[in-house]
């Protein structure tokens, strides 16, 4: 399991998680009650509230950590996590929507630790509840009349358009051979760094932040969110199905190009060479080619490169919490959150 770091000047990981999901639940499940029947039954699964068959589960949903960054960021300018909680469900539902849709194309048939929506669902009606999980975001995020929310549905909406953008690029890369590192990092800064920076910058700004710390904060947010791609990248190929949730090789099986593949496959190395010719046949990977994949990926240095890579990221964020002014214990409590981000079991 994911060791939990605890910080002297504020509590641990896991109680800033589980105070973030208590607090973020008790508005989404409210706003997920207004979907329609068909849409709230499935989201509701992929929440973990309840199984297919509509009864409660104990199966938790994610670890909410979107949400407990925009809590802290608020906090962290010297407002109150409570006026933060409508930028932090919506930059959840988005996120959520986003795994809807990445389970369907990437056709993953399992997310923590049960069967994906879709595989449950079917596809047409996991892509829609994901459609209907967005359209409920720009909702929560409208409703309430903070003075802020014209210029936070700017930013949210810019956001899930870069989010998009992002995926689009990762698709495209299982179509092309020819893909370099920079690419895969400008599409991971879309994919994972533009919604982190979101929240936080979202929190900052419903806190009471004035400009430049809101840019502050949304910086410690993207770097720190391209940071937990690269991670989560690693994870992908040599994550424990157990604390992943997802099966073992996972990315290298549906021959993503992943960060740590690509820094492989562009390294010039005897094993990246070889990298290259598993990952172009035609006919998928048996379980032997998968296992010789992930000894090339480390052989050519692409695991190592992309560890190297998302503690530079780590440092980068963590300056700008400082540069912010950020206040003591909050700004504890966020560099917590960003170290178990980036140093989760592999």
Partial sequence: MTTIETSTDG????????????????????????????????????????DEQGRPSATG???????????????????????????????ELVHDFSLLHDDVMDGDRTRRHRPTAWAVFGVSPAILAGDALLTLAFDVLATGG??????????????????????????????????????????????TGALLGCACG??????????????????????????????????????????????????LRSRKKSIPVVAALTSGTPAGRELAGLYHREHPLSDTELVRAAELVEAAGGRAWTQMEADELLARALRHLVSAGALSRPAAELATLARLVTRRDH
Avoid: N
């Fill in 11 to 50: 509590r641990s990981a896991g109680a800033v998680l589980a105070w973030s999901r208590d607090m973020v639940e008790a508005t989404l499940r409210p706003a997920a009650d207004t979907l329609p029947a068909s849409m709230r039954r499935i989201a509701g699964y992929h929440f973990g509230w309840w």
């Fill in 61 to 91: 949903g994610g670890k909410a950590i979107r949400p407990a960054l925009a809590l802290l960021s608020a906090e962290a300018v010297g407002g109150t996590a409570a006026s933060a909680l409508r930028p932090a469900a919506a930059v």
């Fill in 146 to 191: 903070h003075p802020v929310t014209a210029e936070a549905t700017r930013i949210f909406s810019a956001a899930v358009q870069e989010l998009l953008d992002g995926q689009s690029a990762d698709v495209a890369f299982e179509e092309r051979q020819d893909v370099g590192p920079a690419e895969c990092m400008s599409m991971a800064a879309g994919k």
């Fill in 202 to 251: 979202l929190g900052a700004l419903f806190g009471g932040g004035g400009p430049e710390q809101v840019e502050h904060f949304v910086a410690f947010g993207r770097d720190l969110g391209l940071a937990f791609q690269l991670v989560d990248d690693l994870l992908g190929i040599w994550g424990d199905p157990e604390t992943t949730g997802k099966p073992v090789h996972s990315d």
